[in-house]
């Protein structure tokens, strides 16, 4: 079986990844909270195209509480893939961030994923080969002024890739991240001209990445062939920062 949910399917990132897997091959389960619209519209297109694949948009706030993540965990079908590609970001000063926002991000981009990882896990662990990716970013290994919050959450996923890899290497789960650099996202939507031309001009391969660049190694790494990289932070940035 090859069935895979993306958590944040209707991101830059998430949609580019949905994309390809479906290409691939893959059935999937296509998360999103308050963009549930495109992820619904996204499964009609992909179900055109892949007639023979499922495609399932599923709904989930992830600042639940644990009951409702604990109902959604068990409102999945089985898959043997999980690709969490969401996440957000603040612009600003820590000092001048609101708690609510610094609680925000952490749940968002660390919490959440973490705790779905392990009501999740049982159904990995029974099929014969299972996989998580994490969509880190190249500021969990270089922190960014202005973004410390979210730069902490990034890093903090790949020190979890790095330990939970090494629990579950026996049962055939690989467990990895991919780290993009500067991709053109909601992101860097908001940046002007200037400052994506400076962002651009520091970039070794000349441009802001696609969404279509993230997704080619994360299909790598669900294929069934993939099963001795894992714990892995792999750097996707045209030779920026790492």
Do not use: C
């Amino acid at each position: 079986m090859q069935r895979a949910l993306i958590i944040g399917a209707s991101g830059t990132i998430g949609r580019a990844i949905a994309e390809a897997l479906a290409q691939a091959g893959w059935s999937l389960e296509l998360h999103a909270n308050q963009h549930f619209l495109a992820v619904q519209q996204l499964s009609e297109q992909l179900a055109v195209r892949y007639p023979r694949q499922d495609f399932i948009p599923v709904r989930l706030d992830l600042t639940a509480n644990d009951a409702v993540l604990t109902k959604f965990a068990t409102s999945i079908l089985a898959v043997n893939a999980i690709v969490f590609a969401q996440g957000v970001t603040h612009y600003g000063l820590l000092g001048e961030e609101p708690l609510a926002d610094i609680d925000r991000l952490l749940t968002i981009n660390l919490r959440a994923p973490l705790k779905l990882t392990h009501l999740l896990e049982p159904m990995l662990l029974n099929q014969p080969y299972s996989r998580i990716v994490f969509i880190g970013s190249v500021y969990g290994g270089q922190g960014s002024a202005l973004e410390s919050v979210y730069s902490a959450t990034k890093a903090g996923l790949s020190g979890f890739a790095q330990a939970y890899s090494r629990e579950v290497a026996s049962s055939h789960l690989t467990v990895n991240v991919i780290a993009p650099g500067a991709v053109r996202s909601a992101m860097t939507a908001n940046f002007s001209a200037a400052e994506l031309s400076a962002v651009q001009a520091d970039i070794p391969a000349g441009r802001l990445a696609t969404g279509a660049d993230i997704a080619a190694p994360v299909v790598h790494l669900l294929t069934a062939s993939s099963n001795y990289l894992t714990g892995q932070t792999i750097y996707v940035s045209g030779g920026w920062l790492r």
